[in-house]
């Protein structure tokens, strides 16, 4: 139906879009009800409607990465190469008391700037305060593992030490304020830990490093799914990428474990399929992909006749597939 001339037609709102300020748009659903075009519920409904979709608009404008973002991130960089520099370059001129400070003040700092983007309010700020805390993460750990080092500690009880410590850290700022980040810091303390209990044989164990970060990143990928450990993304992911390097990791130097790489790939191709998860798929995948190329370059004696095998399996699995595909036999069935 064609609107009468000189009144107005509620669907014009469409065509002015929705960059229009509320005050316009009020001045316009007023301009209706006294033309008798809408009645006041319709102009209630459709003020409601504007209104969520200027929320909307302005959220995603301040989520938008910005110029005090990156700068915030300049000023975290500046401050790592800093700490970096002076720890690579005056070292042996420091005195134990003055190597712990060159790490702790700035991790101290650190927590504080974080503390301070993120009281503003403002989301790129916000996400510049969590990269200051994940910078907090690492630069404690290793005031830590210096604090061992003065006081003459085992190498191996150094790298525990400041493994934990990096770990405690991240956990207190995650549960503080969950955050990609922090769930990163969480993953990296737990593989520092992890490769600190495989120092602590005689000669460096694979074995006891691979499979104790297994276990943690499966403890991750549990919390994950039970929705524990939030932001719930980044979580599966860090924890997919701990079993997968973990599996890996323990059967790298010792064939008993060997298997445990596709293994741990298959578990996580079926936890993908269940959960319906991309990303579990994705380092299952990999994993396949990594394990039989280590498994070959070290057992096959002839590696072009196993390199040839593998391409026609491969590409057999690809042609059924395909094949499934097009015929879908189970949609068959259920009809």
Known sequence: ????????????????????????????VSRWITASVIDE???MRIRAFESVEAERNR?????????????????IAVVAVGVLIMVTVSWEDLRDWARVLVTAVPGV???VLGQALRQTGRPGLVRGGHMAWLAAVALLGGSVAITGSNAD?????????????A??????????????PQVVAIGASMFAVAMALGARSDDFSNAVAGLSLVVLATAGVVLAERRALVPTLTARGVSAFGVGVGAFFAGFESGAYEPLAFVAAAALVALSIRRSVLVYMLVGVALVFVGLVSSITRHADDPTTAAAGLIVVGTLLVGAVLVLARWQPWERRTT
């Open 41 to 43: 519920q319709v102009a």
């Open 167 to 180: 770990a405690f850290v991240a956990i207190v700022l995650w549960v503080f304020a969950a955050s990609h």
């Open 1 to 28: 139906m064609v609107p009468e001339k000189g009144r107005y037609c509620p669907c014009r709102i469409f065509q002015l879009g929705y960059a229009l300020p509320m005050s316009s748009i009020d001045d316009l």
């Open 109 to 111: 700092l650190a927590l």
């Open 59 to 75: 959220n995603v404008h301040d989520n938008r990465p910005g110029l005090l973002e990156a700068i915030a991130y300049l000023g």
């Open 153 to 165: 500690w085992n190498e191996e009880d150094i790298a525990l030490a400041g493994g934990l410590a």
